[in-house]
């Protein structure tokens, strides 16, 4: 199981509760043996690589850096990402980001105007996540953004298409089979590819949350969950290489440099 800990003793009774929510070991001590740790600060909450190779803290800023420079000059509705969900053409669009990760891809969705429901189910990452989105609800310039996106604790491939129980509270970590109180028009998936260690493609924060989180092997199940939850598409994330999640061909695909998308459209 993965510690939390913190070096500011006023954030210890912080770093207790998010222990107990998420179900972490709470350290008193940065000195751990731990390959990984995540540490509370007063800026955010961060996960830690020991090692030589390792990448520096990461943790998740909607307001700077990438996520920021792809929000301002990433291409607009006129990127691909949002011509495959089909922001392009619809403003208004509901996208259940079934594998929210670090919600890059969900902010910038979430930036072109989408509603945005992310799952994530490794509670390391949804830690982080919300971690990420509770400090960007408070930032000027982005509030109305993060305002669009609601987050949900759990394993999407148990979403249920009923529609009778609303949730009362999307961030809650409440495990009991979780449901969506409206149907998704779009359900956008980017699973976790098992890539070879030493291309120089993957870079070393996938390569940390692969080898703590694992890679998506059940994501072909997944896919089948999404089709039917769907209202209009299911947009895949994929490799360029990498073959079609569960071995089905999609309606269409708009490639990439490094990736493509293969969209399953609905009837
Ligand atoms: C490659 S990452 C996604 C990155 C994300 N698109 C972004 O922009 O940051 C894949 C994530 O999907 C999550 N995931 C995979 N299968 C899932 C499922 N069935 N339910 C919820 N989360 C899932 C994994 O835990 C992992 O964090």
Redesign the pocket.
Known sequence: MISITTSDKQLTQQAKELAQHWGFNFSESLQTQDQFFLELTPQHLQLIQSGKHSPGPIYIDFSSGQVAHRRLFGGGKGQTMAKAVGLNKHFDLTIL???????????VFASLGAKVIL????PI?AALLTDALQRASMEDTISDIISRMNFIF????KLTTEKQPQIEDEISLDNSIPQLKEEPDVV?L????PHRKKSALVKKE?LA?QSL?GD?K??DE?LSVCLHLAKKRVVV?RPIKAPYLNAQKPSLSMNMKKHRFDIYLKL
Do not use: C, Q, V, W
Not at 119 to 122: F, H, I, Q, Y
Not at 154 to 157: E, F, L, N, P
């Open positions: 980001d079934a594998t929210a990760g670090m919600g890059k891809d969900a902010f799952m994530e189910r490794s990452s759990g394993d999407a491939r956008y980017d699973p976790m590819f996938m949350f989180i998506d059940d994501s997944l994330k």
